[in-house]
């Protein structure tokens, strides 16, 4: 199924002289709630997390935002009605991140409208990619996919649903067709959907 699964796009990090990764980053422990402030090519959205949720998805989603991760990602599949999802198409960088397995955890706060949770395929494949629910996908709680069970999301867009909820999805499944050219040739990908939207930065702002 690759409906929900393969959350991942941006635009590709360049001239960037910060590090592109260390392995203590994957260590550190998110706080019990935090916000995360994204400013996109639409407007500007917020991210309030539960860690109680999921508490290794809530840590994850902690070390990606505190090192610009998502900054210049792409949300390359919109489907109306149902989700946004983003990632990075940095592969160097989702590599990376993506040697340190997320647990798989049970599926406690729903997917309703406004929540988020990382993409998944099968077992312990939590790494980098997440969607945001454009509608209360319920099914999604108990969906059964590689002998895994369900997506456990970890928080709630608490500002700016609007606007996640304008983000471009004239495309809709279209850009899955070419989701390898995300990564073998980003140029060419983002030549073929021009009109998607993007996220220009990401981070931590105080409750």
């Not at 998110?30 to 959205?45: C, D, H, M, N, Q």
């Not at 995300?182 to 990401?202: C, E, G, I, M, S």
Request: aromatic letters at 14%; glycine letters at 6%.
């Amino acid at each position: 199924m690759r409906s929900i699964p393969l959350i991942l796009a941006a635009l590709v990090l360049g001239g960037c002289s910060r590090p592109v990764f260390h392995s203590k980053w994957a260590r550190q422990k998110a706080p019990s709630t935090y916000t995360v402030r994204f400013e996109t090519s639409k407007g500007l959205f917020d991210v309030q997390v539960n860690r109680l949720w999921s508490p290794k998805a809530a840590d994850r989603f902690y070390q990606l935002v505190k090192h610009h991760y998502f900054d210049s990602a792409l949300f390359y599949r919109v489907v109306p009605n149902f989700v946004a999802q983003f990632g990075s198409a940095d592969s160097v960088r989702m590599h990376k991140w993506s040697r340190y397995k997320i647990p798989d955890e049970d599926a406690v706060h729903s997917n309703i409208k406004g929540a988020i949770s990382f993409a998944r395929s099968g077992k312990e494949t939590r790494g980098t990619d997440l969607y945001i629910n454009l509608k209360d996908n319920l099914r999604l709680d108990t969906l059964l996919v590689e002998g895994v069970k369900g997506y456990p999301a970890f928080g709630d867009v608490v500002r700016g649903m609007d606007v996640v909820s304008a983000l471009y999805s004239g495309y809709g499944n279209k850009t899955m067709e070419l989701y390898d050219t995300l990564y073998k040739n980003p140029v060419l990908f983002h030549k073929t959907f021009p009109q998607l939207d993007v996220v220009r930065k990401a981070y931590l702002v105080k409750n």
